[in-house]
């Protein structure tokens, strides 16, 4: 269902028995199995204790599925957390990080691929090496001395740091993959250099837009360390909330495993209906050399 | 070219205000202002025992899990790569790891790794063999962090693996057949030669990933038993926000820093000499 | 006209200076109405009753409340930030006496609150402060006579036990360790029920062995900030606490912290423990405890009771420091604290316990130890800049004698590592 770009050459011998390849497809799938069985589990075991009991939860033999399924640790969590509004923090945070760093990100990338500066790639890879915590003290003052402490803004503005440098190094490879004629070409008709960027790279590399900011987005949803210390009432975000659900709940398997669920859903659904981009994505950069 | 200077001075305003604080003697509780003391904060480090101790975790932790999660990764893209029923959703379920919060993953975790009521040791009884302590065990802590990275980033490899295999041409493979090799000559003298350079980028990724690893073990241990599992990247963080010594904590900053890129540049070095030149 | 001008603006003055003399001396609470303080409290179950009450202190001044409750460890790395970066974000926060007290003080982190007390515009003449308990008096004290803090909590440390088994097999409440023990021994039975559990967690246990310390008369650090934590008596306290953790407490000791060893009793699984006072409440919460209406309360043995105390207070860059007084005086004031005693949650008040409706002597079962208690404490932990590295140095100590290291090496290690701290925190 997803490939990358078309589908593998088959390496196995043409001439095989079709029993033969029957039975070859099942051992593939039974291997298979060896390694997506113990992926669905930890989801499927946080999902099944999200509905169980107390009683079942803390029971010392757990059951796999609920027996008495309850959709009360829900219900708690919703009414005793302002849950809708961090989620809703997450998602207009998530939601500009990508934008800004795409309108920024797709004119870097573009610069780099075209005129080759390896140098301003390594800088970009130099931002993943950076240990987060560097960040936090620096961003602090400038957050007071702009004003925009504890605003959805400031976390916007960290979260860039993570998204930025993540558009950047997957559009290179999108960029770099464009023919050089049509461009040429373009200038030739007349274009500078933003049309040609706009009329003609940007169309072309839309599927890597569309990798670059799904992955974004879920970097930024995912991101734990700026929020947790520079966020502030008003502009937590979920993964602090589910955090905080630790320390406040400790042995409370229920409203975690609850909390736990409900953050992942959306990325969840997302990687299924994004799933063939969010591939390109992930493997941008790997396999050109 | 403005997004560029974006770029370099979100990044160089912060490491250069690190490296500024990382040559004071700034406590935040003390009263009076942070005086430069040159590198005495690094000859604190290079024999601070705890430092020492997290550095040697944080190699010892990096390298088994990525070492695992490199072989595991490959094993699996080898195996996806073959075709079977229900091979589209099998590689798309092990999209999930990838992207799932790790907050919320190392909940999960650790309401499965409980000693008492957690479904690892349920599993470990029903087999008739004793329950582990897990997260909760000093010696069983940092094994634990590798299975739960394992888990989270064992799909990227693949990932990356299976790009790597989908562009291998056929040619060296059919000569190879000719020539009589078997399935086992065939991947270790053609099939994973030709993914080297796809593999270091995986690797490169992962190394730099889990040298400064921060949430899982934070949500999970911060660091405990005891200091069990204390990475330097842990140890920084209590130094600085428990203990309030910013100008040390900034130090092992800068350090863990320049341990990563440099580990970055000698593979990127190698991989120039080695696999391309 | 000048006599004119006079004539009328002197007596304007006068009668201007009058009115405001006369409003000087009323307190309001609606003076600082229109300003918004910004609080960081640290969530526990004071807080929950904080949070629900918030309103009504917004509509009785008009100010608006910026109300941040986080688990301790954010709530100190944001109050860190805070003050690393200037510090104004937060006006009003929630400190922790017995860790910080000493070390926040020299870091000038405390708004002097004496003259505000005296103050008699800003002071409200029903908050008499002398309804405090005398030991909240002292802990929120400086050596120089500064009041650092609204005591908001003091909390001792005593014996959890499980009244119904202890009954079935009597056994009498333990008044020395060896009867601790035996207890302890009689009524172990794992996995359905562990004999004895305390914290295991690094830092976190520094706290619940304050108990065997004080027991054993050992000291973590004598007057001259001298480390003793390898001292006879602090070997034998760290030895009996490690036994009887690795003999009688359910599996994972070593990472319980209280909400643990709290959970474990909840469910029934443990027969005694020793912790704070405030968990109390939780454990008669009949919808989260299995166990209510069986716990019995009492003095540790040895009559000890190691005690902590919280407070808020003003950080001394905040902006509208009188807007933040007015907070810290309504929410420790008798009203509030009286408030707290109906909810079951102790208050540092000697008023609310006497006012409350409930009547908290007859009807909640852990009152009178906590009573008792208060009047033969002593403060857990010494008065140092660096408690927080002295927990995390002596917890290690505990965790590594929990994984079957020497008691006698693990405490003559920490002695030397705290040494090192104390020699450059406590100059």
């Known amino acids: 269902m997803y490939s990358v770009k078309q589908p593998p050459k088959r390496l196995v011998h043409r001439g095989s028995l079709q029993a033969d390849q029957r039975l070859q497809r099942l051992a593939g799938l039974a291997i298979s199995l060896i390694f997506t069985i113990p992926i669905v589990f930890v989801f499927f075991w946080m999902i099944s204790m999200s509905f169980k009991t107390q009683v079942e939860i803390s029971s010392p033999t757990p059951s796999l599925i609920p027996l008495q399924p309850t959709t009360a640790w829900y219900g708690d969590l919703l009414a005793r957390t302002p849950f809708a509004r961090y989620f809703l923090n997450s998602l207009i945070v998530g939601v500009a990080s990508t934008g800004l760093g795409l309108l920024i990100g797709l004119p870097a990338a573009y610069a780099i691929a075209r005129w080759k500066l390896k140098q301003a790639a390594t800088i970009v890879l130099i931002t993943r090496i950076v240990p987060a915590i560097a960040y936090l003290i620096p961003w602090f003052i400038l957050a007071k001395q702009l004003g925009i402490s504890d605003s959805l803004f400031l976390i916007t503005l960290l979260h860039l740091t993570v998204t930025l440098p993540l558009i950047v190094w997957i559009m290179i490879g999108f960029f770099e993959g464009l023919p050089a004629e049509l461009e040429q070409a373009a200038e030739v008709d007349g274009c500078n250099v933003w049309q040609t960027f706009f009329l003609i790279a940007i169309p072309l590399v839309q599927p890597g837009m569309v990798a670059a900011g799904i992955l974004a987005a879920i970097s930024s949803w995912n991101n734990f360390l700026f929020a947790a210390v520079l966020g502030g009432p008003n502009s937590q975000t979920l993964p602090v909330v589910i955090y905080n659900l630790l320390s406040f709940e400790q042995a409370n398997w229920g409203p975690l495993a609850a909390g736990a669920t409900l953050v992942c859903l959306p990325i969840v659904a997302a990687t299924l209906f994004f799933q063939r981009y969010l591939v390109e994505g992930l493997t941008s950069g790997a396999v050109k050399g | 070219m403005p997004a560029l200077l974006v770029i370099v001075l979100v990044v160089s305003f912060p490491l250069l205000y690190t490296l500024w604080q990382s040559l004071t003697d700034w406590v935040l509780t003390n009263p009076r202002p942070a005086q430069l003391i040159g590198p005495v904060n690094y000859i604190e480090a290079a024999t601070d025992q705890r430092a020492l101790e997290a550095l040697l975790r944080t190699v010892i932790l990096t390298g088994v899990a990525v070492g695992v999660q490199m072989v595991l990764g490959v094993l699996m893209a080898l195996t996806m790569n073959q075709y079977f029923s229900g091979r589209s959703l099998m590689r798309t379920l092990s999209l999930l790891p990838i992207v799932a919060t790790p907050v919320a993953i190392a909940l999960v975790f650790v309401i499965m790794m409980n000693p008492s009521s957690g479904i690892f040791n349920a599993g470990l009884r029903a087999m008739g063999l004793p329950g582990l302590n897990w997260i909760y065990g000093q010696d069983t802590v940092l094994p634990s962090l590798v299975i739960v990275d394992t888990w989270q980033w064992t799909p990227f490899v693949m990932l990356i693996a299976l790009a790597g295999l989908s562009t291998m041409p056929r040619e060296p493979y059919e000569s190879a057949r000719i020539d009589g090799a078997n399935a086992w000559q065939i991947f270790w003298n053609i099939t994973l030669p030709l993914l080297y350079p796809t593999l270091f980028v995986a690797l490169l990724f992962r190394l730099i990933d889990t040298l400064k690893l921060f949430d899982t073990i934070y949500a999970m241990t911060q660091g405990g038993p005891g200091t069990a599992s204390e990475t330097v990247n842990l140890y920084l963080y209590s130094l600085g926000f428990t203990y309030f010594r910013m100008g040390y904590a900034s130090s092992l900053v800068i350090a863990l820093f320049s341990l990563i890129l440099a580990i970055a540049l000698v593979l990127i070095k190698y991989r120039r000499q080695n696999v391309l030149g | ?427």
């Open chain 3, 1 to 427: 006209m000048k006599k004119m001008l006079f004539g009328v603006v002197v007596p304007l003055t006068v009668g201007l200076a009058l009115t405001s003399l006369a409003l000087a001396q009323r307190f309001s609470w609606q003076q600082r109405s229109g300003e918004t303080v910004s609080v960081l409290v640290v969530k526990s179950p004071w807080s929950d009753y904080l949070q629900g009450r918030v309103g009504e202190f917004e509509k009785l001044t008009g100010m608006r409340v910026n109300l941040s409750v986080l688990p301790e460890q954010q709530s100190r790395q944001k109050l860190a930030i805070d003050f690393a970066a200037g510090g104004v974000t937060t006006d009003v926060f929630d400190t922790s006496l017995h860790v910080e007290k000493a070390r926040f003080l020299k870091a000038g982190w405390y708004e002097d609150l004496t003259p505000y007390l005296a103050n008699r515009t800003l002071t409200n003449p029903n908050f008499r402060y002398s309804d405090f308990f005398a030991s909240a008096k002292e802990v929120v004290k400086s050596k120089d006579g500064q009041i650092v803090a609204m005591p908001y909590k003091v909390d001792v440390q005593i014996l959890y036990y499980r009244k119904d088994l202890f009954e079935e097999k009597n056994i009498k409440v333990p008044t020395t360790m060896a009867q601790l023990e035996a207890a302890a021994k009689a009524l172990h039975n794992p996995p359905r029920i562990y004999g004895y559990a305390a914290r295991g967690l690094k830092n976190a246990n520094v706290y619940t062995v304050a108990f065997p310390m004080q027991y054993y008369k050992a000291t973590f650090v004598d007057s001259n900030s001298r480390a003793t934590l390898d001292s006879a008596n602090a070997i034998k306290a760290l030895t009996w606490y490690t036994n009887a953790l690795k003999t009688y407490a359910p599996p994972g000791v070593v990472s319980f912290n209280w909400s643990e060893v709290l959970g474990q009793f909840q469910q029934g699984t443990l027969a005694m423990f020793n912790d704070g006072i405030g968990f109390a409440t939780q454990l008669e919460d009949a919808t989260r405890s299995k166990v209510a209406g069986k716990v019995g309360y009492a003095i540790l043995p040895g009559r000890l009771a190691p005690t902590t105390a919280n407070g808020l207070a003003i950080s001394p860059r905040a902006k509208n420091k009188e807007a933040a007084y007015l907070f810290l005086q309504w929410a420790t004031s008798a009203e509030f604290d009286k408030g707290l005693v109906e909810a079951s949650i102790t208050a540092p008040r000697a008023s609310a316990w006497n006012t409350a409706s409930n009547q908290p002597l007859k009807t909640i079962p852990w009152a009178q130890t906590y009573f008792d208690a208060l009047k033969i404490g002593k403060p857990a932990f010494p008065e140092i800049s660096a408690v927080t590295e002295l927990r995390d140095v002596f917890g290690i100590a505990i965790v590594q004698t929990l994984g079957g290291a020497d008691p006698t090496q693990a405490a003559k290690s920490a002695n030397a590592q705290l040494q090192t701290i104390l020699d450059t925190t406590e100059k």
